[in-house]
């Protein structure tokens, strides 16, 4: 038996179908409703040409969710399943595959197992996909088109299949990006879409961009190691959610320093340890008179690189270097 349902049969459940099927998984959408969707990891469900009017469907496993007193149903699919698409009609339409749970105790369809199958849409000149039917979720559409057969090269598959899978976690879990907008089932819920993680606003009704508490601010005010010809007055470096500002204000005591052509690299000094930026970064450094840039190394050193040309940085001038960088 390749689809497997948990909690279906009213015997004959295997302590196999049990490990397999995803007992447990549940992202609450009500008091006693829970998120139907795929469950992520590796390609679930993955659908694929197997000839002119059939498509695969790969393995996976999911939760379906009926009415909320059925409860979710936990379905596996170990093996691949061939769904067969009908013909084409006079005008486009789209069909849906879906796993689908059937349950004699709920339903009149008068059987009680789960499946792949497929909900063939309505042909019309601009088609939309068909209403599915109780106790299912959608994980492909195909769009077929009109006068499709296995005679006139069938499905067009470079563009006939959309993604409807949609994904469920455990509560507290984060939801990856689907195929589908959902709306969020309780405040604090999250996501991943494409990358950047949201967060279910219940009050407003919306998915936020999440952004951590604001993290308190780190200052200090020494630790800033002078090189040969350089004396410190006042330093100071605030960093607050890995983003630093400094200020170091020094003097120079050594001899004069200018810049006709190029100045060559000048050691100034030394950041204190963990306040140095991750690559290397170019601050202002400026005595008032003239002005240059200072090379803030992924060490912590820092070389005076260039001055303003006919300007001297003379002995005794006081120098500020300022930088704002993120760590």
Do not use: C
Request: glycine share 12%; no cysteine; charged share 15%.
């Amino acid at each position: 038996m390749t689809v497997r349902a948990a909690w279906l049969l009213p015997t004959g459940q295997t302590r196999e179908d049990t490990r397999v099927t995803p007992v447990g998984t549940v992202t609450p959408t009500g008091e006693l409703t829970s998120r139907g969707g795929v469950l992520p990891g590796g390609a679930p469900f993955l659908a694929a040409p197997a000839g002119a009017m059939t498509v695969q469907i790969g393995i996976g496993r999911a939760v379906v969710q009926g009415t909320a007193a059925q409860g979710p149903y936990p379905v596996a699919v170990d093996a691949p399943e061939l769904v067969a698409i009908g013909a084409g009609d006079a005008l486009d339409r789209i069909d849906t595959v879906i796993v689908r749970v059937y349950d004699g105790m709920y339903d009149t369809e008068g059987q009680t197992v789960a499946t792949v199958e497929l909900v063939q849409g309505e042909p019309m000149g601009a088609p939309t996909p068909p209403a599915l039917p109780p106790a299912s979720l959608p994980l492909w559409d195909v769009r077929v088109r009109a006068g499709a057969s296995a005679s006139t090269g069938g499905v067009d598959w470079a563009s006939a299949l959309t993604d409807r899978r949609r994904y469920t976690v455990g509560v507290g879990g984060i939801i990856p990006r689907g195929a589908t907008g959902d709306v969020g089932a309780f405040d604090g819920q999250y996501r991943d879409m494409n990358g950047v993680l949201e967060r279910w606003d219940a009050t407003g009704a919306a998915w936020r961009t999440y952004r951590p508490p604001t993290l308190a601010a780190e200052s200090i005010t020494s630790g800033f190691l002078t090189g040969t010809g350089w004396s410190m007055n006042t330093f100071n470096a605030r960093r607050r959610a890995g983003v630093v500002t400094f200020s170091a204000y020094l003097t120079r005591t050594g001899g004069n320093l200018s810049d006709p052509t190029n100045l060559p690299d000048t050691f100034v000094g030394s950041l204190p340890n963990g306040w140095a930026p991750l690559f290397a970064y170019e601050a202002i450094a400026t005595d008032g008179y003239g002005h240059g840039t200072a090379r803030i190394e992924a060490d912590a050193q820092i070389y005076l690189r260039t001055w303003s040309p006919g300007i001297v940085l003379a002995k005794d001038h006081n120098m500020r270097i300022s930088a704002t960088y993120v760590q």
